[in-house]
């Protein structure tokens, strides 16, 4: 029978107590201790003993909740863990393991983690960030601080009964004060992380620019990976037994047996990266395939579609791989010599050793001795080169890729497209347009009465004529990328009928006055003298304006 007891409080790897209660057990006073170690359960656990000799093993899931064999000393729980496993712990353990050692903290309550000075959050995470981590992570694991304090507060210092309480055997509320103090000041540290994340995108982004590789080089490459896939498939398939399962891990001793596993290897990983750079998903689309999504592939044509399940958007929708038809001939051809591997490993892609594909990019770098840092290959290289190319087409093909790739063109912009130099010279083409635009304005006002010259009977109502003979200016030939807009036409062809008013008004008065007086002119007597003179397009603009000075002049 077991007790859960809560939550891990903290790690650390300086003792060789394995398991220390967090009021009065000394671990020097303590015997029969043992390392904590994975059990078949992914959990780990250890066993203790005492001071009042009472035993017990407490074990902890990969989660970090653990339960404690029911004993009689109230003061086994809480617990905190002090020793690093045989096996490793993970990453979010580990980590905090190694901050809470390198300070020389002791053993405490949960709580007086949770109520001390802002400093040590501050140091560990300046330290995590020098060994590499990057500033969003920071934010990310704050924002998950903040979470888990609300947590504290609100659920945990009422059901931990060991808890600092009140005489009324509720939460000390000078404890709860000191926990939202902390609160508050990680929400600032919070606050300048977020002004810094920005900038350290950028800087992030501008050395990507420089690493990222061409992509006729990136093709080369996978050329040469697309020739040697069948012989490595060939090879292999010679090199293993007909029927029966097969045994692909390298054994000590056996040449056949290592040649076999060699030939597996640079199949599995070969194939894997021919996925990555024609469907240009996440390497953890490939880790995840399984045997069963194989088998229930679609085919359409000529292409072949596999619905994966699990990936890193996999709670948005399933990931689907587009195969053309040799590189799923190849990938079928892998499936007859994988499904007769002896192994319980249900993914479609397994190392030599029977594990999951996790590093096949590194791989195929080794095997084709890709040293430098612009030719290595790998999923998110793919990724980043795909969208940044995409920016020169239009929206539409723009954010097809973005959706393709499983993300929305915001998070394509601000994480994959990298600077390069030829989205530096559209970007400065758009500028150039802005100038030249300008300066073509102030040149074209300039010369404006040699361009149209202010004669009555011309007609200027043509846009199209206009803008032709814009073309054909010296402000044009010296301002190219100038643009010239609807807008502007119209603007030249208002301000030319506008100055040229006050003399078709006289021509009109001048036809008129023989057949007109001041009791019969009328607007219709003056459009019709203009069409039977072919001057209407005197009346094209404004002809209610004009009319009315032609007939105030009778």
Request: hydrophobic share 35%; charged share 25%.
């Amino acid at each position: 029978m077991t007790e859960p007891l809560g939550q891990l409080s903290s790690l650390t790897g300086t003792s060789s107590t394995s398991i220390l209660p967090s009021n009065d057990f000394n671990p020097r006073k303590s015997k029969n201790l043992e390392y904590p170690r994975l059990n078949g359960e992914n959990q780990i656990w250890g066993t203790y003993t005492s001071l009042g000799n009472q035993s017990g093993k407490v074990s902890f899931d990969n989660r970090g909740e653990y339960q404690c064999d029911s004993v009689s000393d109230s003061r086994i729980a809480p617990v905190v863990c002090l020793a690093m496993p045989a096996r490793p712990l993970p990453r979010r353990y580990r980590n905090y393991s190694t901050w809470l050692r390198d300070r020389k903290t002791p053993p405490v309550h949960w709580s007086d983690l949770l109520s001390c000075a802002v400093d040590p959050y501050m140091e560990y995470l300046e330290k995590r960030e020098s060994l590499g981590q990057t500033v969003t992570t920071s934010v990310n694991y704050i924002k998950n601080l903040v979470t888990l304090f609300d947590m504290f507060i609100t659920n945990y210092s009422v059901e931990d009964m060991h808890f600092p309480k009140s005489f009324d055997l509720l939460p000390c509320p000078n404890e709860i004060g000191k926990m939202k103090l902390l609160l508050a000041k990680i929400k600032l540290l919070y606050k300048s992380k977020l002004k810094k994340q920005p900038q350290e995108l950028f800087d992030r982004k501008t050395m990507e620019a420089q690493a990222l590789p061409e992509y006729t080089e990136v093709r080369k490459i996978i050329k040469k990976v697309e020739t040697d896939v069948p012989e490595f498939l060939s090879r292999l398939e010679s090199s293993v037994v007909a029927d029966g399962e097969i045994n692909v891990a390298p054994v000590k001793g056996s040449p056949i047996q290592k040649m076999v596993s060699s030939w597996w290897r640079k199949s599995t990983c070969s194939l894997a990266v021919l996925v990555l750079w024609f469907s240009k998903h996440r390497s953890g689309v490939i880790s995840n395939m399984l045997m069963s999504e194989w088998l229930v592939r679609k085919q359409q044509e000529d292409k072949t579609v596999v619905t994966v399940a699990k990936h890193k958007t996999g709670d948005k929708e399933p990931s689907l791989i587009v195969l053309s038809a040799d590189l799923a001939a190849l990938l079928e051809r892998y499936y007859r010599i994988r499904f007769r591997v002896r192994t319980t490993r249900k993914e479609f892609f397994i190392t030599n050793t029977c594990g999951r594909v996790m590093k096949a990019n590194d791989d195929v770098n080794k095997i084709y001795k890709l040293q430098d840092t612009k030719s290595q290959l790998s999923a998110c290289v793919f990724r980043r080169m795909i969208e940044s190319e995409s920016r020169g087409h239009d929206s539409t093909t723009c954010a097809g890729v973005a959706k393709a790739l499983q993300h929305d063109p915001e998070t394509a912009l601000r994480y994959y497209q990298v600077p390069d130099t030829n989205e530096a010279i559209r970007r400065q083409a758009h500028i150039d347009v802005v100038d030249h635009t300008k300066l073509f304005h102030d040149m074209v006002a300039e010369e404006l009465d040699t361009l149209f010259p202010l004669e009555p009977y011309a007609n200027l109502n043509d846009l199209d004529a206009i803008r032709e003979k814009l073309e054909d200016s010296n402000a044009k030939a010296m301002y190219p990328k100038a643009n010239i807009t609807d807008a502007y036409l119209n603007q030249i062809r208002e301000n030319f009928n506008k100055q040229v008013a006050g003399e078709r008004v006289n021509i009109l008065v001048e036809i008129l006055m023989a057949d007109y007086t001041r009791d019969n002119i009328s607007k219709q007597a003056i459009i019709d003298a203009a069409k039977r003179k072919k001057l209407h397009y005197f009346l094209k603009h404004d002809a209610d304006k004009i009319c009315r000075k032609v007939m105030n002049r009778f």
